[in-house]
């Protein structure tokens, strides 16, 4: 038997014996991929990266309401339209999970509650879904043989700086909730890795995501849609705060590489662009990409906020071979060039 492996699909050549003929016959393995909590805006852009590259693909999603779930549908049937399964289920049921889980190779587990602010009034329903989400897919993945998993971390776990850039072994003191929950989903998963050898688990630590599509909740979305319409940015701090804002094109890099790379098994990475920016600096680059005056207001610094963020990605350049290459600035025009493409689409 001869076994070759392009653009992510087995190719087996298997040798038949039919009386005194022989036969070759060329099989082609698809490998497929579960993405839980693929419908969301890292998950939609994963997912086309891994459809792009041959892999039978299927998004595993609550289509929770957290925010508009308008959005992930579009993001699922877009994805649908490309050759996607779209499942909808809870990563808080087992049975749901145990049933698409079966014959996958690879499993991406973005799905979360997230929001950082969105935890300080709801903590139990972000441990709830993280940690114990976290938990039910990882044990039903041990149950159904997947060897290889990447798991979606957050920067969120290191809290506020000791030192910048931020690598892997810098203190974890988050100061939100949703902090918590990720750096139990984190421990969680290093515990699976510990107590099942043959499972391969890697963790991509997100420094903060930008581009198209981006969730509704986040500082470029609000920014971004506020000023096109004219209507007043609340900022909190002084917007001297800094955060290493990262591509959605550099970040799914990330975890494809997470998920391919042979030799790396059982690692964390910081993922972020290498730069930091200031909230003030965003705000002029967002005047400048929408061509309009802003309208800020400065309220008090919420503290379940980090102040500074920059990721040290030393180590997914060596180990993954990680090479961010968009910027904040290709982010912000790809986020207003999507949203009027939305606007059109909903209007
Ligand atoms: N976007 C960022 O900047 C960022 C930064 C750090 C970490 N992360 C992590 O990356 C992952 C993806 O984030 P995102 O920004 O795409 O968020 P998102 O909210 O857009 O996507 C998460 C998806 O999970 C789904 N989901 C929620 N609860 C579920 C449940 N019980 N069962 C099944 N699906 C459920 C949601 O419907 C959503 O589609 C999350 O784990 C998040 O914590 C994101």
Redesign the pocket.
Known sequence: MFVILINNKFFILVKIQLFNAIYFRIVIIVQKVII?????????HLSKLLLDKGFEVEI?????N??S?KI?WL?ASEMKNKGATITK?????KNELSNSFENADLLF???????VRYSTINPSIALR??VE?TANVLSVAKDKKIKRIV??????VFGNKEYLPIDENHPKNPVSY?GVS?LA?EKISKVTSHLYENMEINII??????GA???PD?GLNIFTTKALNNEKITIYGNGEQTRDW?HIEN?ISAFYLAAIKENVIGEDFNVGSGFRTSVNDLLKLISKYTGKELKIEYVEFDKADVNDTLADISKAKNLLGYKPIKSLENAIQEFIDDYFLLKEKFT
């Open positions: 839980t909590g693929g419908a969301g805006f890292i998950g939609y595993f999603d609550n289509f929770s957290y925010y779930s992930k993001n289920g809870s990563i808080l049921n587990h973005l799905a979360a509650q997230p929001g879904i993280n989400g798991v979606a971390g957050s920067s969120s949703y990720k989903a630590r997100p420094f903060t995501v930008v599509r981006q969730r986040m990262t970040m």
